[in-house]
């Protein structure tokens, strides 16, 4: 009987903890995250979803290679871009850097209102084209996650892309916005993931992740800034609620007429070479730039060597 009134103090214990335990621990929110961070962020408001974007006019008078469209990976933002971006503009492109909601500096607050990812960029795009009077197509570039979300938005819209950079990614090859549910959208676990994730995202772990990532040692300047907006409250949560309120665009094959440019770091251990190279089997006519020394991230380790993939006529 003792044993009995033990297992069922213990077993109290345990739903008290697990179940009723995270709701009474604090956890901050935040709505519209609305950092200014950068001389040339500026944000929009695309059907209730605030978004974070920076953008940097053409340096180069001689030449123009026009618009491009840059679109980070998981866990990424517009900083992720920072080494390609004064390449670009030397080169004669003018180039607009997104952060896509849960990410960066844009919403954390996700839920059924938010807009498809490839969707919010068309809006920015459109928006974009009316500020500036230039309604060309855009070159539009991702890296590994955005590079989906690129592909995607170049399937469904294909008038509005005139070139497809795929950066160690592949179209139809990303996390959140798949509508998935189950387990890991519960409120109970995101609640928890959003308790826990404040001693997870921490500087030594991201900096493990991105030595990982580069294929050496980063420097104190790139662990802060992928750190920085990590650390937004609700970060976690938000990402989590992608995949209960995200969804994917409808599947719309690449024209064969667009030109598509897969760059890839032969030495990423994060998405192989081997889906790169299954993707160029299935679309033969697009070119590739493999990268030898570079690991999942060449537009940060190898971005002069990146540039061979956007050069223009």
Not at 45 to 56: C, F
Not at 197 to 217: D, F, M, T
């Amino acid at each position: 009987m003792k044993l009995k009134n033990i297992l069922l103090t213990l077993m109290a214990i345990f739903l008290f903890s697990f179940f009723i335990l995270p709701w009474l621990i604090p956890v901050s929110h935040t709505g519209n995250v609305d950092i200014k961070s950068f001389p040339e962020s500026q944000y929009i408001s695309i059907y209730g979803t605030n978004i974070h974007y920076r953008t940097w006019p053409s340096a180069n008078t001689n030449k123009s290679c026009g618009k491009v469209l840059l679109i980070h990976g998981f866990s990424g933002s517009t900083f992720s871009f920072r080494k390609l971006v004064p390449l670009l503009t030397r080169a004669g492109y003018s180039v607009t850097a997104v952060d896509l909601p849960a990410y960066g500096y844009s919403d954390r607050n996700i839920g059924d209102h938010t807009l498809p990812d490839p969707l919010l960029c068309l809006y920015l795009m459109l928006h974009l084209n009316k500020e500036t009077k230039d309604f060309s197509p855009w070159t539009l570039a991702g890296h590994s996650m955005g590079a989906s979300v690129a592909g995607e938005l170049a399937g469904a819209y294909p008038k509005i892309c005139r070139k497809l950079i795929l950066i160690d990614g592949v179209p139809a090859l990303r996390p959140g916005n798949a509508g998935t549910g189950g387990l890991l959208t519960t409120a109970l676990f995101r609640r928890w993931t959003n308790i826990i994730g404040k001693w997870i995202i921490q500087e030594s772990r991201v900096q493990k992740l991105l030595e990982s990532a580069y294929g050496h040692p980063p420097k104190p300047e790139d662990v802060l800034g992928y750190l920085t907006p990590l650390k937004i409250p609700n970060t976690p949560d938000a990402i989590l609620k992608k995949f209960r309120y995200g969804e994917k665009m409808g599947f719309h094959p690449l024209p064969d007429t667009l030109s598509v440019t897969l760059i890839w770091g032969e030495k990423d251990t994060w998405i192989p070479p081997s889906v790169g190279k299954r993707f160029l089997g299935e679309r033969p006519q697009s070119k590739a730039l493999w990268i030898p020394e570079a690991g999942h991230c060449p537009m940060e380790t190898e971005a002069e060597k990146c540039m061979e993939g956007f050069v223009c006529q």
